[in-house]
């Protein structure tokens, strides 16, 4: 049984961990910024419709910002953070500044750009068909970037197993559930074969046919053809839906990553789930979103609302 202080403890740090999110609202720029959602929205609707792979790019964005130093927009920081290996590829970072631009015009100094990335990120898996979600809000931005060893010990590498994932998403107090379902954003985006070869020449738990068909554009020998891209769901790789989970059934996984959900292991039975029910799969993709988005947010006065994107306010 707890003792009365280690009760107390408890209680005090349930405490701090509700002030944490407390802060943050879906109405929090309802007054002070009320055409700010819709920028946002409109803002993205066109983007994506132009290229349908931006959806994925801004909500990989959203994801590499959170898991490193929080959900703070200190990814968008021109310099280490930005530049550091695994962010090599991440793309959107025009879509963002062009609403930043746009609501800056309207309402001076008052939405943050980690907000602006969160309700970007939803607005992209809508965009592409996907569930949508109440986000809270209120996050506001970092005064600086992390470091590039920051980075590549927040982000899980492709070739993690499953216990490491597990582990990875836990130290940010996501749920295995939670992982399975924010790996479902793998429904849309691509891939470069580098991150893929050894999966395609070197595993056994991959479909023969499909690993032939990616070998045509992803050569064994390393440095050459790696940046070739394939589609990360290969049966609908713009819409935003379960086929994700249905592939995995079929070891159809592109990432190492991908497949390990459905490797024998203890997240077999939800990768079934979410590959019989899109409804479940949405469902708990939202929720998931939500407490990824609620990672370590600024808010209250910490931090500053910064006046463009890509540099803290001089
Ligand atoms: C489980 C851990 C994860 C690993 C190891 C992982 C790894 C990767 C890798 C290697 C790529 C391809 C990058 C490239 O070759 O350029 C990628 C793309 C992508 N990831 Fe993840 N990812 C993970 C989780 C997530 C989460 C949680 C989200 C969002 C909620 C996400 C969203 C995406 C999207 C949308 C793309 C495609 C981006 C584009 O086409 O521009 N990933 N991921």
Known sequence: MASASSLGLLLMLAALVSTATAHLSPTFYDTSCPRAMSIIKSTVTVAVNNEPRMGASLLRLHFHDCFVQGCDASILLAGNERNAAPNFSVRGYDVIDSIKTQIEAVCKQTVSCADILTVAARDSVVALGGPSWSVPLGRRDSTGAATAAQVVSSLAPSTDSLAQLISAYASKGLSATDLV???????????????????????????AAFAAALKANCPATPGSGDGNLAPLDTTTPNAFDNAYYRNLLSNKGLLHSDQELFSNGSTDNTVRSFASSAAAFGAAFATAMVKMGNISPLTGTQGQIRLICSAVNS
């Open 181 to 207: 379902a924010l790996s479902g954003a793998h429904t849309i985006g691509m891939a470069r074969c580098r991150g893929f070869r050894t999966r395609l020449y070197n595993e056994t738990n991959i479909d």
